[in-house]
């Protein structure tokens, strides 16, 4: 049989992404990326043939829920200490459209994506050809690189697809030594034309050529700004005694590290991997509400500010007013750090981690202890069976290292007004979409992390969220299946309005168009998907389910609302 064009050049895509460390393929069905669909399916089947790599297949209808999979297989590799991108490749036209949610959380994430989305020939476009569109550019700054790259042709020299491939890896794990948004993770995406045929051709697999990547225009160098260099960036911070520590989303233990060091008080998100140690204040959204935390913010000299804090206006007004505001990795974009701060830096220069007058106990830290008596003053919720209730069960559920997607609005906000400060190194492992903290791709991310992650994992989203994606549910009979147990917050709608300035308005208005009851039977729907559903009303039967080993994919919906 001849080989085709477009199937040589889907091989050998598909064999220069496997040797620079892609596993995960996510695929969505379509004519026009036919190459690459046969090219995967023959690499992703249970025997390969000769020279074919092994990679790990994933197959979905909606490209939606394809690309926010994707992303949490992503962020799933990053957990198992094995970081590495992800590809999602699409038919033309709308298809390619479905992947923008996804593809603008992972550009504010740092998640590396790679897009391969299939595209009519050049001399298609323009025509008026079926399922065509302008998609060369369409993620715009949403995405670290793009590439169009001509449709194949016969007799081509091997080698251009392989560069593409490389090139687009390289560009999605990010370069430290640049201080431009390369310098982080985020997608690529390459727009790869495919002219007929685009059937399977039976053709042969060849190692990927071997090339030397030399920088083209599109990767000139730049200037090295604050990061890398012995700048005022690197200088310790003032070592002021009224100090506070503010972690936010993707921080890490760092951030324990910092507010230690300074004695400190620590005001942790749960994402941000730095809930733990004697100088966390967990209660402190509570504590910020009551006088004697308004009083406490009233005296403080300074905030660092390390990740990217996104759930409480109580957090964001201590920065907003803060006398001195030092910043550190505030994200995938993290020079759109407020204006007003004293010092922007990509990452936590390692001078923090001392003072400058010498080490202290944080014993002796009276600024620290006072902050902790103040927080013991908090008077309990008394919450037997609410959102709070759910989130304490669902922390009492987990154990060290247990991985956890939090959905976004409600359930992370509860989470974060009960989780405790862990002891460091006992932390669970908490996930959540804070790049943009939509609601959108909630199953799938949760999903794809199960699946990277290859072991149990809980999610905890509310019932919007799960029906804006429960397609997400839809895995075919022939797909790896997540070892995945969703709790479902089912309050009716989208009650965290009610804690808005919104909720002053007319009362039928608020409820039609803000929390948008939907009256849908959770447990009809997942029938429907064939995935086991369990429904419970009291907090007793919630942490009975939780207690149950996670085999498969499963919800239990938390009935909030008779």
Request: with cysteine; proline share 8%; glycine share 12%.
């Amino acid at each position: 049989m001849t080989a085709h064009p477009s199937a040589v050049f889907a091989r050998e895509m598909i064999v220069a992404l496997v040797a620079r460390g892609v596993e995960d393929f996510v695929l969505c069905p379509g004519s026009r990326s036919g190459p690459l669909a046969h090219a995967l399916a023959d690499a992703g089947g249970d025997s390969p043939p000769l020279g074919a790599p092994r990679v790990n297949l994933h197959v979905r209808i909606d490209e939606r829920a394809a690309a926010f999979l994707a992303l949490g297989l992503a962020r799933g590799r990053a957990v198992t200490g094995a970081p590495r991108p992800v590809a999602v490749i699409t038919t033309s036209g709308t298809a390619v459209g479905n992947l923008l949610p996804a593809v603008m959380e992972a550009h504010h994430a740092g998640v590396p994506l790679l897009l391969l989305t299939a595209d009519r020939p050049g001399e298609l476009r323009g025509v008026g050809a079926n399922q065509t569109t302008d998609q060369v550019g369409i993620f715009g700054t949403f995405v670290r690189w793009s590439a169009d790259a001509a449709a194949p042709s016969e007799g081509e020299a091997p080698g251009r697809a392989a560069a593409l491939a490389y090139r687009a890896v390289a560009i999605s794990l990010g370069d430290p030594a640049r201080d431009d948004m390369t310098g982080t993770p985020g997608p690529v995406h390459l727009d790869l034309e495919f002219r007929d045929p685009l059937g399977a051709d039976g053709g042969l697999w060849l190692d990927p050529p071997h090339l030397e990547l030399t920088p083209s225009a599109g990767m000139a160098a730049v200037t090295p700004g604050l990061i890398g260099a012995a700048t005022p960036a690197q200088a310790p911070l003032p070592a002021v005694e009224r100090g506070i520590v503010i972690a936010g989303d993707g921080a890490t233990d760092v951030a324990r590290e910092v507010a230690e060091a300074h004695g400190w008080p620590l005001l942790a998100e749960p994402t941000s991997g730095a809930r733990s140690g004697p100088a966390c204040v967990p209660g402190y959204l509570d504590l910020l509400r009551i006088d004697e935390g308004r009083a406490l913010a009233d005296q403080i000299h300074q905030v660092v500010v390390i990740g990217r804090p996104t759930l409480s206006r109580p957090v964001q007004q201590l920065i907003a007013r803060a006398p001195a505001l030092f910043v550190a990795g505030h994200g995938a974009r993290w020079r759109e750090a407020p204006r007003h701060a004293d010092r922007i830096v990509r990452d936590v220069p390692g001078s923090w981690v001392n003072r400058s007058d010498g080490q202290l106990d944080l014993g002796d830290s009276a600024w620290l202890a006072r902050w902790h008596q103040a927080a013991a003053l908090v008077e309990p919720d008394g919450e037997s069976w609410g959102p709070r209730a759910v989130a304490r069960a669902l922390v009492a559920s987990l154990t060290p290292g247990a991985v956890a997607v939090i959905g976004s609005s409600g359930p992370i906000r509860a989470l974060d007004a009960v989780a405790p400060a862990w002891q460091p190194g006992a932390e669970p492992v908490l996930i959540a979409n804070r790049g943009l903290a939509g609601i959108d791709g909630t199953v799938s991310t949760a999903v794809g992390v199960a699946l990277a992650c290859a072991r149990p994992v809980l999610a905890v989203m509310g019932d919007v969220t799960f029906l804006h994606d429960v397609g997400g549910l839809l895995i075919g009979p022939r797909e790896a299946r997540p070892r995945l147990r969703i709790v479902v917050v089912n309050d009716g709608g989208g009650t965290i309005f009610a804690s808005l300035e919104h909720a002053g308005g007319d009362a039928r208005n608020v409820e039609r168009v803000f929390t948008t009851p939907h009256g849908a039977d959770l447990g009809a729907l997942c029938a429907g998907y064939g995935v086991r559903h369990t429904r419970v009303t009291n907090a007793d039967a919630l942490a009975k389910a939780l207690a149950a080993p996670v085999t498969a994919l499963e919800v239990v919906e938390a009935k909030l609302r008779s």
